[in-house]
């Protein structure tokens, strides 16, 4: 796989009290909830190649799922003109001048190929919000099948931070989503491999890295859908060296040390 950096990390989540605390979530605009960054073409090329050749490890629907992700892929090609994308019928031109075709049999798989985010649709059942379906073209130390058809509580397992009274917090916070009020936070991961597609389960050893010079930070947001009412969960990832990072930044993370208190959340 490729080595694709940012060299500017614009959301810093240990830069501010209120994001560094679990869950460190946060509100924002719905036209805040989709960016293009400086590595777009170069991401969207990697999700190509993932999609290709690691399908059956990136991308799982239950039959429930499709028409959350149908409204997803409604509701997002909407929003997609202010980020400099051009609809014309069917077709999409992306900000780097590829069209891209609008398939609304495959919204996930679509989505995947306009945007560098990744998507993760989750209902709430029995009381607990599940993971339906999803597409994961850059996971971050854990493995999408693992999770699949799995509750919230489970899909953290084992993150040591995520602990019962989290859950509860989080689970909470899950109900409360509302449509026109998205939500955000990030996180914060120190890696030896700075490759995008790094899916591992639980039972690997040497699943979690704690030292590295290569900052990988999850930009999260929470969105739920007016009619289905599913939430997405969507990750716009970044990594960066430590070196690029600007001196404020650099000096906010030597503060925490070698090892982060949410690092893989």
């Not at 992700?69 to 014309?88: H, M, Q, R």
């Not at 931070?161 to 909470?172: F, H, Q």
């Not at 690029?244 to 690092?263: H, I, N, V, W």
């Amino acid at each position: 796989m490729s080595v694709i950096l940012q060299k500017t990390l614009p959301f810093a989540p240990w830069m501010q009290a209120h994001t560094t605390k679990l869950p460190g979530i946060q509100p924002i605009k719905l036209e805040e909830w989709l960016q293009v960054d400086e590595v777009y073409t170069q991401q969207l090329l990697e999700k190509v190649k993932i999609l290709d050749n690691k399908l059956k490890q990136a991308y799982v629907m239950a039959p429930e799922c499709i028409p959350a992700a149908e409204e997803l892929l409604g509701l997002i090609i909407t929003l997609l003109p202010d980020l400099g994308f051009v609809i014309s019928g069917k077709k999409v031109r992306r900000p780097d001048g590829l069209e891209i075709l609008i398939d609304i049999t495959e919204p996930l798989i679509t989505l995947s190929k306009l945007l560098q985010e990744d998507f993760l649709i989750m209902t709430e059942q029995a009381g607990e919000h599940v993971l339906i379906g999803g597409c994961l073209c850059f996971p971050a130390s854990w493995d999408l099948l693992e999770k699949f058809m799995k509750p919230l509580t489970l899909i953290h397992s084992p993150v040591p931070v995520y602990d019962e009274s989290l859950a509860k917090r989080v689970e909470r916070l899950l109900s409360s989503v509302r449509p026109e009020i998205p939500l955000m936070r990030g996180n914060t991961l120190r890696y030896t491999n700075p490759t995008l597609f790094l899916p591992k389960r639980n039972s690997d050893p040497e699943r979690k890295e704690i030292r590295g010079d290569y900052i990988r930070s999850e930009r999260q947001t929470l969105v739920r859908l007016p009619k289905t009412k599913a939430v997405v969960f969507s990750i716009h990832t970044y990594v960066i060296k430590e070196e690029d990072l600007t001196s404020p930044q650099k000096a906010g993370l030597q503060k925490l040390g070698p090892l982060l208190p949410y690092e893989n959340s």
